[in-house]
């Protein structure tokens, strides 16, 4: 029996996943197979063609979505975020590196039984750099692809070795072996900054202050932010995510010159957002009581990247500026949604 051509997204009922599900049903170009631990809401639910609920260890149930799909590309999101990977960080690694490197495994085995390479498109993360102190931070600016890349938290690690992972499938799978295999993975990584969507509210991730700042606010909530106000580091849009996703999957792989790319769109502090919001919800009750842990966190990660490599070879640019994407995207939809949560 033919194998249907599908996109594969793992980790589907995540904040990301909920955006680029959206965004790729809306396009209504591809069919969709979805991986998660946990059964996606049924208004996304009922945008893909086939959802499978379980892990992306789970050798028997990949070997079944490959029996039943043909793939072509995969949107591999599923992970535990930073703050949660601190707490458990064994699981962490399980998910965030055993996960990825059954992937990549599936996506070569999916690549040799269809002859053409599939598009591994990975998320990484501002997580897998490492500044070491406050001045060198300051001093650095927007920092390089290849500056600092010394993370110092389970999950900038588990970022950082899965790009290393995905560039040796794709450019030295077994070139070294008795039996030399060609490579069949295309793999492509963004190092997304902290993420803010209007759709979803976030979990266990350390860049969440901003988004649960916001939601909280319009759920009427009292917020206490738990970095200080001077803490710094790049947020986008998730709209703006999600379309950098599908510009880098759908680069020419002659034009791509690296295989993981910084993208940035606003930087703003805590209390920059704080003030944006109070405009917004002028009533919210937002304070500032700092978790240690979690700014120590924050504090290794820049202030701001250089994107000039990904606007150069795929042409990303962001749509929402720090101002656009309050009073634009978020406080709009954020407001329809809470008003019709009654
Ligand atoms: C996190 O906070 O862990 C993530 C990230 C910046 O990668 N949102």
Redesign the pocket.
């Known amino acids: 029996m033919m194998r249907k051509p599908v996109v594969l997204i793992t980790g589907a009922g995540g904040e990301i996943g909920h955006g680029l599900i959206t965004r790729l049903a809306a396009s209504g170009r591809q069919r969709l197979v979805t991986l998660d631990l946990t059964r996606l809401e049924p208004e996304i639910g009922r945008l893909v063609t086939r959802e499978f609920t379980g892990s992306i260890l789970d050798q028997a149930l990949l070997e079944r979505i490959l029996a039943e799909f043909e793939i072509d590309l995969v949107f591999h999101l599923a992970a535990l975020?930073?703050?949660r990977s601190e707490f458990t960080p064994v699981m962490a690694h399980q998910v965030n590196v055993e996960g990825t490197l059954t992937l990549l495994e599936f996506a070569q085995k999916e690549g040799e039984s269809h002859g053409r390479p599939v598009i591994f498109v990975y998320p990484s993360?501002?997580?897998a750099y490492g500044l070491p102190d406050a001045e060198t931070r300051a001093a650095a600016g927007r920092v390089h692809e290849d500056q600092f890349t010394q993370p110092t938290t389970m999950?900038g690690c588990n970022k950082l070795y899965c790009e290393l992972l995905g560039t040796y499938y794709a450019r030295h799978y077994k070139q070294l072996s008795a039996a030399p295999a060609a490579s069949r993975v295309d793999f492509r990584a963004i190092r997304?900054?902290?993420?803010i969507s209007a759709a979803t509210a976030?979990s266990?991730?350390?860049?969440?202050y901003a988004p649960e700042m916001i939601h909280a606010a319009a759920r009427g909530e009292p917020y206490d932010c738990f970095v200080r106000p001077d803490t710094r580091i790049p947020f986008m849009a998730m709209p703006d995510a999600v379309e950098a996703l599908l510009k880098l999957a759908a680069a020419p792989r002659w034009q791509l010159t690296r295989t993981a790319y910084n993208i940035g769109a606003f930087n703003p502090s805590a209390e920059d957002i704080r003030a944006k919001v109070l405009q917004a919800f002028p009533d919210a009750a937002i304070g500032f009581e700092v978790d240690h842990k979690r700014q120590g966190i924050v504090d290794s990660?820049p202030e701001d990247v250089d994107d000039g490599a990904a606007r150069a070879d795929w042409h990303f640019d962001p749509s929402f500026d720090f101002a656009r994407a309050f009073d634009e995207y978020l406080m709009p939809a954020i407001r329809a949604r809470y008003a019709s949560a009654g």
Do not use: E, K, R, V
Request: proline share 11%.
């Open positions: 975020l930073s703050t993360s501002i997580a999950y997304f900054p902290g993420l976030p266990g991730g350390t860049s969440d990660w």
